[in-house]
């Protein structure tokens, strides 16, 4: 009967043998995967560059795990948890990945790389400066993607105040006690000084554009005055027939007896028009001509049409 009795007893501590070492290899199978060293512990990926999956990992660190998966990093990206840290199941590893940019700025050309979303935030985020009226190609708000190329163009508005010259005008009067071909400086002409002030547009210290926004006479301009001679001495008339001929395009005559260099002035006795005229030819002579007007002169007193015109001639003599 006690023999019966220890055979029960060691078949109960053989099954409670088995029934421990089934359980506490369970048991430690459960421990090895929450210390991350068991096969096909499910790990979530989550990448800027690829979709957030579940991955099946057999590694037991952070950087053993991008090992296996071949997971490449650049020296500005960032992974949570750091590489050093063990994996444990249902971990999820977080990886932001930088962006590199070419920025063309201040007529150099260098890469930045950052985070940011929008153009704007990753200049804030490079510390890059730039003003409200400064224009950046993409625009601000544009959605930032691996190797965008930024232009920033510096804007610099101005105001300039140029000084310019105002011309005097002449003035012209008669003068009825001075001979007319005499003439006098009344009042001296003095220049005037206006200011323009402009506002001025730079791109990148280049000008491109200029409006007036404001004038202002800084001095006015003082007229010149000029007298010039009226009075006329006549001496000896004579009455005939005047003619024309192309010489000179000027103001002269030739006349047959009147001294070279004197002044004589030609009325036409049908419609009293008259024009003073310059003796430096000699001529016409007969069918009761008495002088022969430049072209430019005769037409002045009469159409050139009719070839001849009676006329009065009153010899100037100062």
Same mark, same amino acid.
């Given at each position: 009967?006690?023999?019966?009795?220890?055979?029960?007893?060691?078949?109960?501590?053989?099954?409670?043998?088995?029934?421990? +070492?089934?359980?506490?290899?369970?048991?430690?199978?459960?421990?090895?995967?929450?210390? @991350?060293?068991?096969?096909?512990?499910?790990?979530?990926?989550?990448?800027?560059?690829?979709?957030?999956?579940? &991955? #099946?990992?057999?590694?037991?660190?952070?950087?053993?795990?991008?090992?296996?998966?071949? +997971?490449?990093?650049?020296? %500005?990206?960032?992974?949570? $948890?750091n590489e050093q840290a063990r994996l444990f199941p249902g971990m999820t590893i977080k990886i932001q990945? /930088?962006?590199?940019?070419?920025?063309?700025?201040? #007529?150099?050309?260098?890469?930045? %790389?950052?985070?940011?979303?929008?153009?704007?935030? =990753?200049l804030q985020e490079n510390n890059i400066n730039f003003k409200e009226e400064d224009i950046i190609k993409?625009?601000?708000?544009? +959605?930032?993607?691996?190797?965008?190329?930024?232009?920033?163009?510096?804007?610099?508005?101005?105001?300039?105040?140029?000084?310019?010259?105002?011309?005097?005008? /002449?003035?012209?009067?008669?003068?009825? *006690?001075?001979?007319?071909?005499?003439?006098?400086?009344?009042?001296?002409? +003095?220049?005037?000084?206006?200011?323009?002030?402009?506002?001025?547009?730079? %791109?990148?210290?280049?000008?491109?554009?200029?409006?007036?926004?404001? /004038?202002?006479? /800084?001095?006015?301009?003082?007229?010149?005055?000029?007298? #010039?001679?009226?009075? &006329?001495?006549? @001496?000896?008339? %004579?009455?005939?027939?005047?003619?024309?001929? !192309?010489?000179?395009?000027?103001?002269? !005559?030739?006349? $047959?007896?009147?001294?070279?260099?004197?002044?004589?002035?030609?009325?036409? =006795?049908?419609?009293?028009?008259?024009?003073?005229?310059?003796?430096?030819?000699?001529?016409?002579?007969?069918?009761?001509?008495? =002088?022969?007007?430049?072209?430019?002169?005769? !037409?002045?007193?009469?159409?050139?049409?009719?070839?001849? !015109?009676?006329?009065?001639?009153?010899?100037?003599? *100062?």
């Amino acid at each position: 009967m006690q023999k019966k009795c220890c055979l029960k007893n060691k078949y109960f501590l053989t099954i409670i043998i088995l029934l421990f +070492i089934f359980f506490g290899w369970k048991y430690f199978s459960e421990e090895k995967r929450v210390l @991350g060293i068991s096969t096909q512990t499910k790990i979530i990926i989550l990448d800027d560059n690829g979709l957030s999956q579940p &991955i #099946k990992s057999d590694a037991n660190s952070v950087a053993n795990f991008l090992s296996e998966q071949q +997971i490449q990093l650049s020296d %500005h990206d960032l992974i949570y $948890p750091n590489e050093q840290a063990r994996l444990f199941p249902g971990m999820t590893i977080k990886i932001q990945r /930088t962006k590199n940019i070419s920025i063309l700025a201040d #007529k150099k050309n260098f890469e930045i %790389h950052g985070f940011g979303n929008t153009v704007e935030e =990753i200049l804030q985020e490079n510390n890059i400066n730039f003003k409200e009226e400064d224009i950046i190609k993409p625009s601000r708000q544009t +959605i930032i993607y691996n190797n965008l190329k930024i232009e920033i163009i510096r804007v610099e508005i101005k105001e300039e105040i140029v000084k310019k010259k105002i011309d005097f005008k /002449t003035i012209y009067k008669k003068d009825e *006690n001075l001979s007319w071909r005499k003439e006098k400086t009344k009042q001296k002409g +003095i220049s005037g000084i206006k200011e323009i002030k402009y506002q001025v547009a730079y %791109h990148n210290g280049e000008e491109v554009s200029r409006k007036i926004i404001a /004038t202002k006479i /800084t001095k006015k301009p003082t007229d010149e005055i000029i007298v #010039k001679g009226s009075y &006329i001495k006549f @001496g000896k008339s %004579h009455k005939g027939v005047a003619s024309w001929y !192309a010489y000179t395009g000027t103001m002269s !005559a030739a006349n $047959p007896w009147l001294p070279m260099g004197s002044y004589v002035k030609v009325i036409n =006795i049908e419609n009293g028009k008259s024009v003073i005229v310059k003796i430096n030819d000699r001529g016409p002579f007969g069918n009761g001509r008495i =002088i022969d007007l430049d072209k430019t002169a005769f !037409a002045k007193i009469a159409n050139l049409g009719q070839g001849t !015109a009676n006329i009065k001639m009153e010899e100037i003599l *100062n």
